[in-house]
Each structure stands twice: as structure tokens, then as C-alpha cells.
């Protein structure tokens, strides 16, 4: 048996892997047209043919649309852009109430503040990762306004039922699809169940645009507001003939043409790019399923998963060491693990001190809402001591990088009872 990396044998992988990089002549060519056009934005802030942009955004959207079988694709600079405005979109106000999970990126739970609202966490499945209904059910007030689902690491929410859920109680469903696009749920795609869906076209994404994202919708006056929000849209109000201007103060959230050029090409082939990262995600989860205690990531009936990242559940007590030294083994050997995701949002200091804008806590002192540990006991049980994660949005990985993964993965498992003793060793001394 190998001597583990961790004590001093030759690691599996003996060189960093390659980052990921989808873009290539197609996108070089495309960006060098638009250079030659000499139209870099072709956005103007005023009612014209160009305030929803130029020849570039406009085809790019028209193609999302059709690709998703959305009515509307609204582009915006990025995922995080998109949350804030959709949550003006549907109208959140100051101390209006939105459900977010406490597992994601935090542009996710901070969107409704820009509009002083007020985030209120909903726990995750213990086995998908994403929202669980029964907790946003749960914590559905008089003053909530909007949930958000994220449908995490690839893998779609419960989105049928949370968009029944939202409907019965009359307030709008958002879904955060940054890392799950072509995920569908019972044939539908995500990111186009709810009342609005945010994608993400950021570097590392499964397809991207450098930084970037696109707001899906099938509703008109949603997507008016989409794209008043994005680009100054007080300047128009009278033009169009909006009467309710809740939330109407535009912000520049606009595209480049050089992006949505990108996006174009990268919108070709998204089935290549999506396709090939769930063989390799497949492919190690096949070889896991070898090892008791390391519970691939589950796909529920129905559903595709995507694997924007590949997490597994690690039971320590059937493996017999710990999450953290089965990780820190795993990275010996060239393997880029993580353990957790990110800690629990409402953990952040402006949770914790309830402070966002002035020094008089707004919007937090229009809530009487709490966020002490404890509050999502699922989401902290699986950040602290279960979650596996296998990096593969960050690498550029063919079927030998995913060969020495597993090679590695089995090296470790397979002296468990070495990085037993190791755990001990490390706790008397």
C-alpha cells in the first residue's frame, strides 16, 4: 500500500490541476467583431431602441429565452445584480419579509436589504441540500413578501411545490439558479419555475461570460421592471405608462456587448459543457459508492442534477475518522476537497450586530427577527461535520484527472485506520 502524501509518500497527483476554461476561438473571434464594430454597450438610459441594449444583448437574450423556453431574458452584470432586482421587481419594501436559505452565497440573503427588507433563514434538506418547504412554510408571515430557493451545488429545490406554495399564499417565488443550469424538475428546467429565475454567468460557472448573469420571466410586467431596474428606469416611467413605480429607481446592473457576445458562443454548446461535467461528477460518485461512509450526492425522482460542485455526505462514525482529516488527507494527495460550504449567513456580522445601513440598524429595526446559532440546525450539522466537497466547478478535468480523483479518494480510504491512529496521536500530543 502507498505511503500517504499526508506522511511523506509521493502524492497521487503530483501536479496542480488545470483551472477551468471554457472560452476559446469561437469567443476570441466574437469579442474581436464587437472590438470592430466599435459598439462596446450599446445601452442609452433614456426611452430609445437602445435602452434595452445593443445588437449583441438583444440576440443573446432572444436566444436565453428560446433556450429555456422562457418569455423573457433580461441580462444584467451579474447573478447578484439579478437578485436585487428582482427583488424590486415584485415589489419588496422596507420591512417586508423574504425566506432565504442560509446555505449559499450571501448576495442570496442580501439582495432584500437593498430594499430594506428583512431575510428570514429557512432550513435545508437533510439530503438535497436546497430549501425545505416544510420549514418555509414554517416561517411564512403576514409581512412576508417573496422566498428565494437556491438550487444548490446543480441539484433543483422542491420547486413544484414551493412555486403551489407561493401561489397559495400570494407572494413571489425566486429562484437563485447560479449553479444549476440545464437542472430540470419533472422535465422542467430550473430557473424558469418561479415568478423570476437569476442565472449566473461568472468565470467559473458552467457557462460564463467572465462575470455576468440573465433574469428569466414569463411574465410582461415583471420583465419591464427587470429592465427599468437595470438601466435608470425613472427616466422612462411616463414613456411606458407605468403607474405603480415601487422600487423604480434604476441602477447600471447593464451587460457589455463584448459579454452577451460571449454568451452567445457559450450558449452553443452548453450541453457540451453541462453534459461533460456530470459524467465526471457520475464517475466519482460511482467509485465512492465502493466506500461506506461516503454517500454520494443524491438526485431526487424526477430531477437532474448538474453538479456545479460534487458534494457527498460523510458519516465519520461508519468511516471511523474524521470529516476534517479525511479532507486534509484528500488535499495531500493533490485533491482539492472542502469541508462545509459556506458557514450559515445569518452568522455573518451584520446579522449578529443588525446593522446594515445608517447607525441605527435599518432595516433591522423594523423586525423583531433574531439570528443566533441554532436557527437552521440542519444546514449547521451538515456545514460542521458531513459535507464533502469535491471542487469540480474550478477545474478543467478529463476522464485521467477524474482517474487520479478517485485514485486518491481510495488511497485515503483504504488507510483509514493509519489516519485513525494519526487523529489520536494528534489529540494527546
Not at 42 to 60: D, H, L, T, V, Y
Not at 375 to 386: K, M, S
Amino acid at each position: 500500500m502507498d505511503k500517504l502524501a499526508l506522511f511523506g509518500g509521493k502524492p497521487v497527483i503530483n501536479q496542480e490541476l488545470k483551472l477551468y476554461r471554457s472560452a476559446g476561438a469561437e469567443e476570441l473571434k466574437a469579442v474581436a467583431e464587437v472590438m470592430e464594430s466599435g459598439t462596446l454597450s450599446g445601452f442609452i438610459g433614456a426611452w430609445c431602441k437602445e435602452f434595452n441594449g445593443g445588437p449583441m444583448i438583444r440576440q443573446f437574450e432572444e436566444k436565453w429565452a428560446e433556450r429555456f423556453n422562457v418569455k423573457h431574458a433580461v441580462t444584467v452584470n451579474s447573478n447578484t445584480s439579478g437578485l436585487i432586482a428582482a427583488m424590486g421587481a415584485v415589489g419588496v419594501g422596507p420591512g417586508d419579509e423574504v425566506i432565504v436559505p442560509p446555505w449559499s452565497m450571501s448576495a442570496t440573503a442580501m439582495a432584500p436589504i437593498f430594499y430594506g427588507g428583512i431575510p428570514v433563514f429557512a432550513d435545508v434538506e437533510d439530503q438535497y441540500f436546497c430549501l425545505d418547504p416544510e420549514s418555509v412554510l414554517q416561517n411564512i408571515t403576514s409581512r412576508t413578501k417573496a422566498i428565494i430557493v437556491v438550487n444548490l451545488f446543480g441539484h433543483p429545490g422542491q420547486l413544484a411545490e414551493l412555486r403551489a406554495l407561493a401561489d397559495k399564499h400570494g407572494i413571489a417565488l425566486i429562484e437563485d439558479n447560479a449553479q444549476a443550469p440545464l437542472a430540470a424538475e419533472n422535465g422542467q428546467l430550473a430557473g424558469t419555475v418561479g415568478h423570476i429565475g437569476v442565472f449566473s454567468l461568472n468565470y467559473h460557472k458552467h457557462i460564463h461570460t467572465g462575470e455576468g448573469g440573465v433574469c428569466t420571466t414569463n411574465d410582461d410586467d415583471l420583465a419591464l421592471r427587470l429592465q427599468m431596474i437595470r438601466n435608470h428606469g425613472e427616466n422612462i416611467v411616463d414613456a411606458v405608462g407605468m403607474e405603480d413605480i415601487t422600487n423604480i429607481v434604476g441602477f447600471n446592473f447593464r451587460m457589455t456587448e463584448m459579454s452577451a457576445a460571449v454568451g452567445l458562443c457559450q450558449l452553443d454548446k452548453v450541453e457540451t459543457l453541462v453534459n461533460r461535467r456530470v459524467a465526471l461528477a457520475e464517475k466519482l460518485s460511482e467509485a465512492v459508492r465502493e466506500m461506506p461512509g461516503i454517500n454520494p450526492p443524491l438526485v431526487r425522482e424526477g430531477c437532474t442534477h448538474v453538479y456545479y460542485q460534487w458534494c457527498a455526505r460523510f458519516n465519520e462514525q461508519v468511516v471511523g475518522i474524521s470529516l476534517k482529516t479525511f479532507a486534509r488527507a484528500l488535499e495531500a494527495e493533490g485533491c482539492p476537497v472542502g469541508t462545509g460550504y459556506v458557514d450559515p449567513l445569518y452568522l455573518l456580522p451584520i446579522f449578529q450586530r443588525r446593522i446594515a445601513i445608517g447607525n441605527k440598524g435599518y432595516p433591522f429595526n423594523l423586525t423583531e427577527r433574531q439570528y443566533g446559532p441554532g436557527l437552521c440546525p440542519v444546514t449547521e450539522r451538515l456545514n460542521q461535520c458531513e459535507l464533502l466537497e469535491f471542487h469540480i466547478c474550478s477545474f478543467e478535468l478529463d476522464g485521467e484527472d477524474m482517474d487520479k480523483v478517485i485514485q486518491a479518494f481510495q488511497k485515503v480510504y483504504a488507510n483509514r485506520n493509519i489516519l485513525k491512529e494519526f487523529e489520536k496521536g494528534e489529540a494527546t500530543s
